[in-house]
């Protein structure tokens, strides 16, 4: 809420504004930490993917960083909530803090403690997300023609992006996270249902984007990642659900579990860092260097990262993983009433 509020009269996705003004005051500080303003490479999961993506898009003419990560989530990954349902949203919320439900109501909630604010939007419920496995938080950006878009199809295939390198994936199970919150929420989500989210949200965006970004020579690199290790199983059938790779870039799956990594894990730990290593420092060739192809429609280029809980990489053709997604309609292609 406190990014991406939805008041009348208070700016559209700030939360998105914000992360522009770090990166411009890391563009001209870093030089005293000891870094390059030439290699700036930004990442992100989930919402955090989709930001990296809507970034290309907003910032085409001068994106500052060199190199794009998105994992689990781009631009075409998860529906918005319509203009109108923020705003009530938002009127829900200050009217629980009893500060009105019409009018100007942002001074009165500016006074109120963030802990308060906080506590109170949890009583705000999501909106239906179009896939009975997804939902869309009550504050979230909003397309407002400068940060976000509304015709992200147009815009793609006209190659209106920022054109610099790309690298994103998925995981092999992303459902296996998101049917806990739908159960939570009292949907009981079926198998089909489930593969179907998979395709909407994730498959399917990141090999649109994948296709959109080679079709104008944009280097591009595209994985499906497998590891599903006892330290950051959720349940006995969770498998490489949505966030378990971040503990293979960041190595915290032992903290965060209590419980050690088998040498399989350790081995794939590194796996999965070295090519996010090479590719910061160099994302135009990089991973090439380590022998991942980039990505092609037509050729093994998809990278598969710890099939079966081995240290490896493979790859396969994309139509393995994407063949049914012309038949599918991708998430954020929908907007939330």
């Known amino acids: 809420m406190f990014g991406f509020p939805g008041a009348p009269g208070t700016g559209t996705n700030l939360g998105l504004r914000d992360q522009r003004l770090a990166i411009e005051w890391l563009q001209k500080n870093i030089a005293g930490f000891g870094g390059n303003p030439k290699k700036i490479v930004i990442a992100g999961q989930s919402s955090g993917g989709a930001a990296v993506d809507w970034w290309s898009y907003a910032y085409m003419k001068n994106p500052i960083v060199h190199g794009l990560i998105s994992t689990s989530g781009n631009a075409f990954s998860f529906p918005m909530n319509a203009p109108q349902k923020q705003k009530d949203n938002w009127y829900s919320l200050s009217e629980l803090l009893g500060c009105g439900s019409s009018g100007d109501t942002v001074a009165c909630m500016r006074k109120q403690p963030w802990e308060a604010i906080s506590a109170a939007v949890s009583k705000i419920p999501p909106s239906p997300g179009g896939s009975p496995v997804r939902s869309t938080p009550p504050f979230y950006p909003m397309v407002d023609g400068e940060t976000i878009f509304s015709d992200y199809l147009s815009l793609a295939s006209a190659g209106d992006f920022a054109k610099i390198p790309y690298l994103h994936g998925h995981k092999n199970y992303e459902q296996g996270y998101y049917v806990i ?129 081995e240290p490896k990489m493979t790859f396969a053709k994309p139509g393995r993983y994407d063949r049914a997604c012309s038949y599918i309609t991708m998430g954020a292609l929908s907007i939330v009433s």
């Open 181 to 309: 919150s739908a159960f939570a929420q009292g949907r009981n989500v079926t198998e089909a249902q489930s593969a179907q989210f998979l395709l909407e949200s994730f498959v399917c965006p990141h090999s649109y984007e994948a296709r959109q970004r080679v079709a104008v020579k944009v280097p591009t690199w595209v994985y499906r990642y497998f590891g599903d290790w006892d330290n950051t199983r959720l349940y006995p059938t969770s498998g490489a659900y949505h966030g378990t790779e971040l503990h293979m870039i960041l190595g915290g799956s032992e903290d965060a579990s209590g419980l050690p990594a088998s040498q399989a894990q350790k081995a794939t730990l590194k796996l999965v860092q070295r090519p996010i290593a090479a590719f910061a420092d160099d994302p135009n060739s990089g991973l090439n260097k380590l022998g991942w192809p980039q990505f092609d429609p037509v050729t093994n280029s998809w990278a598969e990262i710890a099939v079966d809980n």
